[in-house]
């Protein structure tokens, strides 16, 4: 009996999901629980579960396609996986062609088997398929689908191009006189100048709407400064061993900024409040969240009550949340919710840039490289690892001087982290 498989509630406010990759295709054998396809939203990636053992008997909808929750979007066989097995043996048992039973019918053009998929106009057309179509003047109607549900490829296009052209070069001596023209060659589809159109992942739509949500609705202001990494780095060379081995994670430079901005944070409240409506929202907690680049776009999973974790939990937390992002297994309520973000574009070699505040945050930090640039200090040139750091913010409810002020104690922090760990 066939199952259907569901669109789940995938978060609060969430009513759209894309198909974002089947995992098994119809025929397979599935076990209960088995990941079947994973659904794109516009904060993470989820996977869905088939709901029975069986077999996957058909899929509704194409990688691309956008459902809505509670839309079946495929049905399970419940049945024995061995069923299945027993079924594909039998397949293997080459079935008579209607070539064999009939034939007369070979003296028939090899076009009028062809017409058949003219059924296929009402098949969907895989987006690289459609580029092929118009590219080649063809009508979905002209090919034959082979994938999934009737969906059309980029593949059966070419093939139809091909099964097209071959057969007036076959023609052409016999058609056109000796002294007819040559015709011009069509010119290459695409060449050196092709075109891709690609759908915006709902991720990408997200990130999109959110980064002009901020530039249109708050005062963003940015100011910078510079840290000198010699303390951290010194202190973290000398305890990184001992620290991996009590704790089972490395010590980075993250934890630190985490502490001092948390510090900083306690001083200057504004930068962790929202504006609501007429009103400003103070927290006092402090989830901070921590952006990180995934292949899918950028994501910020949040590290909740971070004033309550030691360097080593933090440093746990952020590993183990941007690992589960890079795979798309973080859950949406994970990526909501934080009061303050860091980012750190150093990891990508970039020197110096204006982070862009996370709506509805009144503060962004921003890491950068780490290099090695003579400064001055106590009247004489030295060279020293020394980083930039920018602070964006809400300038309505920051002002400046606490702005500057805050990423001053930012700075002091990491340059003298002992003062975070005797909390003076």
Do not use: C
């Amino acid at each position: 009996m066939p199952v259907d498989v569901t669109v789940p509630s995938v978060g609060e406010s969430i009513t759209e999901v894309f198909v974002g990759a089947w995992l098994k295709q119809p025929g397979d054998a599935v076990k209960r629980d088995d990941p079947l396809v994973e659904l794109e939203t516009d904060k993470a990636t989820v996977e869905v579960p088939s709901p029975v053992d069986g077999v996957l008997a058909e899929q509704l909808f194409g990688v691309g396609d956008a459902a809505q929750v509670g839309d079946v979007i495929a049905r399970v066989e419940a049945e024995a996986a061995g069923a299945a097995e027993a079924e594909g043996d039998a397949a293997t048992t080459p079935a008579p062609t209607p070539a064999a039973e009939a034939p007369a019918a070979a003296d028939e053009p090899a076009e009028e088997p062809a017409a058949a998929p003219a059924a296929a106009g009402d098949a969907k057309v895989m987006p690289a398929a459609q580029r092929a179509l118009d590219e080649a003047g063809m009508k979905a109607s002209d090919v034959a689908p082979t994938g999934p549900g009737g969906r059309v490829l980029k593949e059966d296009v070419a093939r139809a191009v091909e099964g097209r052209s071959a057969a007036p070069a076959k023609a052409a001596p016999a058609a056109a006189p000796a002294s007819a023209p040559k015709p011009a060659a069509a010119p290459t589809a695409g060449g050196d100048r092709e075109e891709e159109v690609v759908p915006m992942s709902p991720l990408r739509r997200k990130v999109a709407e959110r980064l002009v949500q901020a530039q249109q609705t708050a005062a963003l202001l940015t100011t910078f400064n510079e840290i000198d990494m010699s303390a951290v780095m010194a202190l973290r060379s000398e305890h990184k061993d001992a620290f991996e081995k009590r704790h089972g994670v490395r010590l980075g430079f993250m934890s630190f900024f985490v502490k001092a901005t948390i510090e900083a944070l306690r001083e200057f409240p504004q930068l962790n409040a929202e504006i609501r409506e007429q009103s400003i929202v103070y927290k006092n907690y402090y989830d901070i969240g921590v952006a990180v680049s995934t292949p899918k776009g950028l994501m910020v999973p949040v590290l909740r009550d971070a004033q309550r974790l030691s360097f080593a939990q933090i440093e746990a937390a952020i590993g183990d949340l941007g690992q589960r992002a890079g795979s798309n297994k973080i859950a949406p309520e994970e990526l909501q919710g934080g009061t303050f973000t860091i980012t750190n574009g150093g990891v990508f070699g970039s020197l110096m840039s204006t982070p862009i505040v996370n709506p509805p945050q009144s503060g962004v930090l921003g890491m950068h490289a780490i290099q090695q640039r003579p400064i001055a200090v106590k009247g004489e040139v030295v060279v020293r690892p020394m980083m930039y750091v920018a602070l964006t913010y809400d300038h309505r409810i920051v002002d400046g001087r606490e702005a500057v002020t805050f990423l001053r104690r930012i700075k002091e922090g990491v340059e003298q982290p002992a003062r975070m760990l005797l909390e003076v």
